[in-house]
């Protein structure tokens, strides 16, 4: 069956610090991944996917994220982290032979200090 | 741009009540998920609807039912509510249905069960 993990519960970075969340899939197939966030008592904002192609891909407010399928990992990462960066982060994949509905990992919260 | 509407935003009920939640997908997205998200957890898959028919289903208890209708507006009608049923129910709308294209999350409704 499908599955996403996302080992880090919890992480505290510095203002203008680099980032990177991480975040491990089981799936058969090639995987549809996504990355969400979102802010507390707010909805899930898609921050970016990868489908195919590139495995290097750019999101919006300056993240991207890397997709290894040599060791099922998809992290995202920011080069510099701002205080309004404050969220949880979600990792999903897509089970496309299954009406294309998403399984989530357990989610990362982020906090920054200032 | 237009989004994923929910009603209502918050809503409280007493056990053993009944609810009814709404969800208006993007124009022209004709599939449209329906998740739970519990305090602190990640968003679990209820179910899916692509052209007015259910296109996959995932843990929705049975007291759970829901439908899509010919404005691809969908309902998630909850009977006999128990506390546990506390919740946030997110609405999601896709353009393409059973691909796990990306899929655009309405702002949700909080559930409280008294």
């Known amino acids: 069956a499908q ?3 996302q080992p880090d519960i919890h992480i505290t970075v510095s203002e ?10 089981s ?10 966030v979102q802010s507390p008592g707010q ?38 982290v701002h205080w309004s960066d404050a969220a949880e982060y979600f990792c999903a994949v ?17 906090s920054v200090k200032p | 741009a237009a989004g994923v509407i929910q009603s209502p935003r918050h809503l409280i009920k007493e056990k053993r009540e009944t609810a009814t939640l709404k969800c208006y997908p993007i124009p022209r997205h004709d599939t449209v998920y329906w998740y739970q998200q519990g305090p602190g957890q990640d968003p679990q898959f209820l179910i899916s609807f692509y052209e007015k028919m259910q296109s996959d289903k995932g843990s929705i208890p049975d007291r759970f039912s829901a439908q899509q209708f010919s404005d691809y507006h969908s309902e998630l ?10 919740a946030l129910y997110f609405c999601a709308s896709s353009p393409i249905a059973g691909v796990s294209y990306e899929q655009y999350f309405g702002p949700g409704t909080r559930l409280t069960v008294t």
């Open chain 2, 77 to 86: 009608n909850m009977s006999s509510l128990e506390l546990g049923d506390s």
């Open chain 1, 43 to 80: 909805g899930l904002q898609l921050l970016l996917k990868y489908f195919s192609g590139d495995t290097l891909v750019q999101g919006i407010k300056g993240f991207e994220a890397e997709f290894k399928r040599s060791q099922s990992s998809f992290n995202l990462r920011k080069p510099s």
């Open chain 1, 3 to 5: 599955s996403v993990t």
């Open chain 1, 94 to 110: 897509g089970a496309n032979n299954q009406g294309g509905k998403l399984i989530f990992g357990q989610g990362t919260e982020l």
């Open chain 1, 16 to 25: 203008g610090a680099s980032l990177e969340l991480r975040c491990n899939y």
């Open chain 1, 27 to 36: 799936y058969g197939a090639t995987p549809y991944l996504f990355w969400y």
